[in-house]
Structure formats: structure tokens, C-alpha cells
């Protein structure tokens, strides 16, 4: 089944950085109408990936939904010039790295536990069944993996490549220093973070405490309102925001109301400071994260 790119925005956030944002278009989906990772992981949060570019050089961060989507974003860096492209992988969820074939011939970097996670899960990947459909075949892996810290040139720009225990283990974003741009994949999302592992969840706290402490102007996450990344990307609420989520989110078996409590009144001091969007269709993915982080804390020891 080919996936349809038509509502795929391309949107130039800065002189040397494009946004490629698809979905949160209501009662539209790519895939299909059953449950599937595409359309209610990705496509209905909105998700956009990004592309660092200086003179005739760009990084790619994040593959997009489907290898349509990577073509298309392929054709656009070509059409404007660029004939060096390297892809840098914020971690290993589906939605991030389902476009790798389309650049097979890349220099594709990830740390070396997203390769890790990617070789453990590639057989259920490729067949449909780790997530559902659709199957990511072939799955093209990284072809550079590290550990730590990375700095990188692409053209005139200095690219910093950071990892961040957030969302998931293997998180990592990209830093501007020359303009203090944050592009934070999965780390920060909004309306709020998917809690993809509940049990990590103090880890994810002292790294936002961790990033908080970076010089950053403005930031760019993959999921988030289409509105608040074209007029320039969110501030530094987007943090904060995260910060107490997380922090309440730690508290739940001590506070029976907050389980019971909808998302909106969750977040309803933070959704006050404007930091951050109301998306109804976060109020989903708020019960898996509740589910989640109680389930974790009733078998920790």
C-alpha cells in the first residue's frame, strides 16, 4: 500500500532548518480505519521531522512515517540545492525511522543503543507484528553509531547531537548553539510526553532537570500543534511543563483523584501559562500513561 503525502507541509522555520509536518487533520488517516502505530502514534498527534541544511549539506533528523514521506522530503532538498545529505535518528519508535530505504545510500547515525534496539525488535518490525501494521520492510539500520556527546559540521553550522533519557532510553536531540534551537524529537511533546517506559520515569525527571540548564531560544518537537512550530517553535515552558507533568505522574499512588482525573485538569496550571497546546486526542494517550506508570509502580520493589 502506497501512503499518500498530500497533506505533508513543508514549512521553512529558519534560514538553514525545514520542518516536514503531517497529520492532526481531524477525521483524516493514512493507513486505515483499524488501530494501527501510523495513524493513531503519528499521524493524529501530528508529527514533524526536520532538515539541518548549509550550503550544499544537510542532516535529515527523523525518517518520517513512511518511505513516501522520506522520498518527498528527499525531493525537497534536492530542488533546493543540497547533494550531501546524513541522517541523524532521534531514537527507535516506529514513526521516527519507517523512511530509512529512502536514504539506503546515507550516512544514517543513531546511538548505539537505538541500533541496538532496532537489530533486537527487526524481525517483528519488518513483519507487521511489533507494533501492528504497517510492516517497516526492508528496515534499513544505521550505518554510525556512538555513545555520548557529538559534534558535527554541516556546511557553515556547528551540530551538537545530545543523548537524553526521556521518553525513551535511547533518546537523543539535536542543538544549535549557534541560534539555540532545540530540535527534541520525543523528549518533549505536546499536549504531553508519551510515557513509553513508566519505570524510567526518575531517570526522564533529572534529564529534563538536565536540559533545562541549556541555553536554548526555542524548541521544535516531532509531536506537536502545527500553529506553534511555523510562528517559531515553543519556549522554554514546553520544559517546564513536561517537568511537572512527569512529576505528577510520579505521585499517582499516593493521590487516587489523580488517577481519575482527565487531562485537562491534569494540566490545567500549566495549559494556564499557554506553554503548551490542549489536543483532545492526547487525552488517550494521558490514560495509557496513567495505566502505565500505576501497573509499574504496583510491581517495583
Known amino acids: 500500500m502506497t501512503i499518500s503525502t498530500e497533506t505533508l507541509r513543508v514549512i521553512d522555520l529558519s534560514p ?8 492532526r487533520i481531524a477525521d483524516t488517516r493514512l493507513f486505515g480505519a483499524e488501530p494501527n502505530w501510523l495513524d493513531d502514534g503519528g499521524y493524529a498527534l501530528g508529527i514533524c521531522s526536520y532538515a539541518i541544511h548549509s550550503e550544499r549539506e544537510a542532516i535529515v533528523y527523523d525518517t518520517h512515517l513512511s518511505i513516501a514521506h522520506a522520498k518527498r522530503i528527499r525531493d525537497v532538498l534536492a530542488a533546493r540545492g543540497i547533494t550531501h545529505i546524513r541522517v541523524v535518528l532521534s531514537h527507535w519508535h516506529l514513526d521516527h525511522v519507517a523512511g530509512n530505504a529512502a536514504f539506503a545510500d546515507c550516512e544514517i547515525i543513531a546511538l548505539e543503543e537505538t ?3 532496532l537489530r533486537e525488535h527487526a524481525t ?5 507484528t511489533y507494533d501492528g501494521p504497517p510492516a517497516i520492510a526492508p528496515l534499513v539500520m544505521p550505518t554510525t553509531t556512538f555513545t555520548g556527546n557529538c559534534v558535527m ?25 549557534h541560534d539555540g534551537t532545540l530540535l ?13 517506559e513508566p519505570n524510567r520515569l526518575a531517570n526522564h525527571l533529572s534529564e529534563l532537570t538536565r536540559m533545562a540548564t541549556w541555553t536554548i531560544a526555542r524548541i521544535f518537537p516531532n509531536h506537536g500543534a502545527l500553529r506553534i ?9 514546553l520544559i517546564a511543563a513536561t517537568n511537572t507533568y512527569v512529576r505528577k505522574l510520579l ?8 488517577i481519575e482525573q482527565d487531562l485537562r485538569t491534569f494540566i490545567a496550571d500549566d495549559l494556564a501559562k499557554a506553554g503548551i497546546d490542549y489536543f483532545e486526542p492526547y ?19
Do not use: C, M, W
Request: aromatic letters at 6%; a negative charge; zero cysteines.
Open 16 to 23: 538553514n532548518l525545514i520542518g516536514f509536518y503531517d497529520g
Open 115 to 117: 541500533a541496538r534496539l
Open 124 to 128: 517483528a518490525i519488518q513483519s507487521g
Open 153 to 177: 559540521q554541516v556546511g557553515q553550522l556547528e551540530v551538537h547531537l545530545r543523548p537524553l533519557d526521556i521518553h525513551s532510553r535511547d533518546g537523543l536531540v539535536i542543538f544549535l548553539p
Open 184 to 196: 527534541a524529537g520525543d523528549t518533549l511533546e505536546d499536549t504531553v510526553t508519551y510515557v513509553a
Open 229 to 237: 512550530i511555523r510562528a517559531g517553535g515553543y519556549d522554554r515552558r
Open 251 to 258: 505521585t499517582l499512588q499516593n493521590d487516587k483523584n489523580l
Open 283 to 301: 487525552e488517550a494517550i494521558h490514560r495509557l500513561n496513567v495505566a502505565g506508570v500505576v501497573a509499574a509502580s504496583r510491581t517495583t520493589p
